[in-house]
């Protein structure tokens, strides 16, 4: 089974900068994505950026420009640079993986969340 650790959330000034990470772990898998979402109290997830192991990438609407996604898929591993952090940008920030372990059949795992808070 694969196993998500996420580590650098915390609380931040507007303005600021945090850097997140994500490290998969378990026997025999291929990460094919990783990425970050967020949810916010009383709102729905969403997409943060996540990226593929061509390099590709995705943002969503609300941090292009200020957030970059970066991932070492040789140690299955994705970053999430944040910076011009707003207070909107408070969320709980969870990592999400999708793999395979049998060919043909894409699995995804959810990380535990990381608390990002930004004060004005």
């Known amino acids: 089974q694969v196993q998500l650790v996420e580590s650098g959330g915390g609380l931040v000034q507007a303005g600021g900068s945090l850097r997140l990470s994500c490290a998969a772990s378990g026997s025999t898998f291929k990460i094919k994505l990783m990425g970050w979402y967020r949810q916010a109290p009383g709102k729905q997830r969403e997409l943060v950026a996540t990226t593929l192991g061509s390099g590709d990438t995705q943002y969503g609407d609300s941090v292009k420009g200020r957030f970059t996604i970066s991932g070492d898929f040789a140690k299955n591993t994705v970053y999430l640079q944040m910076n011009g952090l707003k207070p909107e940008d408070t969320a709980v920030y969870y990592c999400?993986?999708?793999?395979?372990?049998?060919?043909?059949?894409?699995?995804?795992?959810w990380g535990q969340g990381t608390q990002v808070t930004v004060s004005s």
């Open positions: 999400r993986a999708e793999y395979t372990r049998t060919i043909g059949v894409i699995e995804f795992k």
